[in-house]
C-alpha cells in the first residue's frame, strides 16, 4: 500500500500526541515544589486531573485524565512490548480532536522554525495534515517499534493485538490499515538521509468497537475511587464532539532519547526545559501510561449567569472525592475577557488563581470531599444564547436531484445581538460536480431576543456519494464585542435508485439486451420488496 511520506509521520507523531498534552496542562503548585518535581511525582506516583474550559461564547470543553503507572491488563513488562516505543488507542467522535489540534497550533512543531520533519517534505507538515486524512471520526490504535527485524516487529505486534482483543483485557477488535517501515530505504538515495535508528517500525489499525464501547473500555480500566466515580459517561456520547484514548509506553527513557536524537539540533524540536515537556523527564524511567476521555459542548453559559459548577459539566449527582492513592487536580479556565469574581472551595493554600490567564486550580487531594467546584463572574460577561443550525430537505437525495439547505440562527436570550452574518459556502468550492443556487450567505443588522434568521439555498448532485458540509459559520456583535459560532460538520448522502437508473439507461438508449436485464432486474426488487413486507403463502421467490 502506499503511502505519502508527509502521513507516514503524521501518523507517528500522533500516536505521541497525548502525553505532551497532558504534562503541558498540568500547571505547577507552587506548595509543591519545582516542575520537574511535580512532572515526576504525577507520572510515577499516578495522578488524575479534571480540567475544564468554557470558551468566549459559553461553550464548555471538559477532559479528565488519569496518567502514571500502567494497569496490569496492559502487561507491559511482557517480550511483546520489548522495543516498543509507545501505543496508543483513539476513538473520537465529532470534533474534538479538531478542537484540541488547534489548541496545539503550529508552533508544536518546533515553533515556526524548519525541522527535520518540516524540512523533508514537498508540501511540508502541519496538524491539519492528520484530519485531512482521517477526519475526525475514527477509531485507532497506533504502536511503533525500533531497531527490530521486520518479521520480529510484526511477530510482537500480532502477540499485542491479540492480547488487547481478550475479552478479559480489553476486548477491541481490529482491522489493519498500514504497516509501515521507516529505514534508510525509505528515503530517495539523493536525500543521503541518516537515521538516529535503524529502523522503525510503525503500525496502525482501525479499532472497529463502537465509540460508546470504547469509551467504556478507556473508563472501565481506570481508577474510579476519585473525582471520576462522580463523572457522568453518557455526556461524552452526547455532546458534539467527543474523545477516548490511551497511551502506554514502555520504557520512557527510550522515547525521550528517540525524540531528542531524531528532532533535535538547530531549530529542531527536543525536549528541553523551555518546551512543555521538562528536560528533566529524562529522569524518570520504566513504563508510563496516560488514559483521557474528553468532550466539547454546545454553549451552557450566557448572558445574566454569574456562576459555573463544575458538577454539572460532568453530571456529578454526588460529593467530589480526590483518589486513594495519587493526586488529584481540578482545573478550570474561563476566557480572558470575563471577569472572575469568586471561586470555592477557596483556600489560600490549596487553591490558586492566575487572573492573566483566568485559570482556577484546586488540589483536590489536599481538599478532601467537596460538595462542588464552582467559578463566579459578572453577569455580561458571556452573550445571550445563540443557536446556530443547519437542516437539509430531503434527508437524502439521488443523482440528478437537489436538497435545500438551511442555516437558521436563533437568539434565545432578552437582550438583541448586532452586526449578525451567516457564511455557509464551502461546499461549492469542494466539488466541482455540484451546483450551488442561492444565497449561501447573509447578514442581519440586529437579532432581538426571541427572533431568528436564516439563509436558504439549493445544491443539485450530479454523481451518488456522500458529500461534506464544512461548518457554517455565524459572527455577530454583543457589547462591543465581536462573537462567532458554527455549525458541526455534516454528512449528505446521494444515493442511487435503482428504479430511476434502470429507467435512465433505457431513456438513454441501451441495448434491446440490457432493456431485457433491466425488467428482470426489476421483478428481482419487486420479490425482494415482498419478502421484506412478508412474503407470500407459498413462501418461495424465484427471478
Sequence with gaps: MHVDKKYAIAFL?????????AASAYPVMAQDGPPEEILEILLTEGAEILITSIDANGAPTVIYAQLGLPSEELNLEAEMFDNCLALAVVATRGELLDYVLSMIGDDFMGGGESSFMLSQFEEGFTPEAILDLLGTDFSLLISAYYNLDEAVAIGRMGQVLNHLANPAVFGFSFADIIHLRIDESFFPPEMEMELPFEALDVFMYQVTNPFANAL???????????????????LFIAERGAAAGLLAIPDMSDLVELFNSTMGGDGGFSLAAESFFPSQLDMINGSISVAAVGYIGEQIV????????IGSLVGATSSFSPMDDGISVVMAKLPESSNITGYSPDNEDLAMYDNETNLVLWNASGLGVVSDYIIEFESDDFPPDIVIKRTFSPASTAPGGSVEVTVTVTNNGTVPIDNVKIVDDDVGTIYSTVDVTGATTGTTASLAGGDSTSITYTVTFTNEGKYTFPNAELTYEFNAQEYAKNTVTDGYDVVADPVQLLGQMILDGMPISGAILGIVALGALFNINKMRKGGSSGGGYQV
Excluded: K
Design 13 to 21: 507523531l500522533f500516536a505521541f500526541l497525548i502525553l505532551p498534552m
Design 216 to 234: 467504556d473500555v478507556v473508563l472501565g480500566g481506570l481508577d474510579n475511587t476519585g473525582l471520576l466515580g462522580n463523572i457522568n459517561p453518557e
Design 302 to 309: 450566557s448572558y445574566g449567569d454569574t456562576d459555573l459548577s
